[in-house]
């Protein structure tokens, strides 16, 4: 509410548009409640709110805070991508950054994880800048209280079965009474490890530059000449810069101890996730690893205004929404041939009017959509013109310049949904 407040004053003085994104994730019981009110608050201030529903969805041991997090800044950049905007704030505050440079610190991350939550970053062609990063929760309550304003607290921040509300309740008042400014202290601590990873990688993209390395490997001659240390940063480095993730320090080395000892004319093979890394004739590349399924087959679509697509074929469902910013014409969608495809490689995507397009792989290793998720993701077309991409939005070139006919377009796959939602959904068969 704060940072809705802030970006309002702002952006009046600048001459600037504001929309207010909220991002529904299901997962409270008054999740419907907090929704109505971002929009009425909105509505108060004369500013859009787009709501958009996600359903985080967790195998295994997988945190239900990291898949939130994943579902939410995939929502939020599509959001941003169809509205035109580069330009993403969000609240994040000097808390969140104590909190998250002490549960980095416990898990054992080295200076990228003890950088904490950055102040700016890039997530595709979206600027995130979070400018609440150097004030307490304590500090926006107060400035809250100062307005008048009005704000809902989640109620399950008092769950201390989540580790970060235990540190929070628990272990950082204990930590703040025996070192007063304590959480102030870790936040300036991790602007101090920002700036020792950016020295980092400068020195890590300078070493790749000597091993011809790109987006499909590098020589591994000139890896071995460098010490151990700036071998491994080197692999971080291409790993975060080329590969757009970051694995394990444990598979890192165990990379580094199989390239980093036979001779170059060796051929090994080491398989990470859904990717394969091949040594031959002196070069390691990366290859994705073959699907065991044929790819989905191309699939003929017929929209007449329904808000939901299923489309079985592809494990998943395209929803379709109106109004809220440019789209594409209803009219023309109506009367237009549609397909969705499999990716064949270099298709191009333009999501925005400044900037020009781009392969898909680029944007999708850029919004760390990793290689696995990327074969079920659906491409829409109209005729041979590549209208969207399920993940990364709409092409520009195919919007409406009246945003109360446009529609833009979310994809939901089948593992990321409740089957019982929506039951008078259309399937559009192949």
């Not at 898990?107 to 979070?130: N, Y």
């Not at 390395?213 to 151990?228: C, I, M, N, W, Y």
């Not at 898909?360 to 850029?366: A, F, G, P, S, V």
């Amino acid at each position: 509410m704060l940072l809705l407040e802030t970006a309002i004053r702002v952006a009046r003085r600048r001459g600037d548009r504001v929309e207010a994104l909220h991002v529904h994730h299901g997962l409270s019981p008054h999740a419907d409640q907090w929704a109505d009110f971002c929009r009425a608050a909105c509505a108060a201030r004369g500013v859009t709110c787009r709501v958009v529903a996600v359903r985080p969805v967790r195998r295994g041991g997988e945190s239900l805070e990291a898949k939130a997090r994943e579902a939410r800044y995939a929502a939020l950049s599509s959001l941003c991508a169809q509205a035109g905007s580069h330009v993403l704030l969000t609240a994040h505050h000097g808390d969140d950054q104590a909190e998250t440079v002490l549960l980095n610190l416990a898990r054992g991350a080295g200076v990228a994880g003890l950088q904490g939550i950055a102040e700016r970053r890039s997530l595709g062609s979206l600027l995130v800048l979070r400018p609440f990063l150097r004030f307490s929760a304590a500090e926006i309550r107060a400035t809250l209280g100062t307005l008048g304003a009005t704000w809902i607290e989640d109620e399950s921040n008092r769950n201390e079965q989540f580790r970060r509300n235990a540190l929070r309740h628990r272990l950082l008042p204990e930590l703040e009474a025996l070192v007063p400014g304590a959480r102030a202290n870790l936040g300036r601590a991790a602007g101090q490890a920002a700036l020792a990873q950016q020295v980092l990688d400068e020195r890590g993209l300078d070493d790749l530059s000597n091993l011809a390395a790109d987006a499909s490997g590098f020589q591994v001659a000139g890896l071995r000449a460098l010490s151990r240390p700036r071998a491994i940063n080197a692999l971080r480095t291409w790993f975060r810069h080329y590969r757009g993730h970051a694995p394990s320090a444990r598979f890192i080395e165990a990379l580094l101890g199989q390239i980093g000892s036979p001779s170059p004319s060796a051929r090994l093979v080491l398989q990470h996730d859904a990717e394969r890394f091949v040594l031959e004739r002196g070069r390691l590349s990366a290859r994705a690893l073959a699907s065991s399924a044929e790819p989905p087959p191309l699939t003929a679509l017929r929209w007449d205004g329904e808000s939901v697509l299923e489309v079985p074929a592809w494990g998943g469902r395209i929803r379709f929404e109106n109004g809220s910013s440019r789209g594409l014409p209803a009219a023309w969608l109506r009367s237009a041939t549609l397909t969705l495809r499999a990716r064949t490689g270099g298709e191009r995507l333009r999501l925005a009017r400044d900037r020009p397009s781009r392969s898909l792989k680029n944007l999708y290793q850029e919004s760390g959509i990793p290689l696995i998720k990327r074969r079920r993701l659906p491409l829409l077309y109209a005729d041979d013109s590549l209208l969207w991409a399920a993940g990364l939005g709409l092409d520009v070139r195919m919007l409406s310049d009246d945003p109360s006919e446009g529609f833009t377009l979310h994809w939901e796959s089948l593992d990321e949904r409740d089957p019982e939602r929506d039951p008078g959904a259309r399937a559009a068969g192949s």
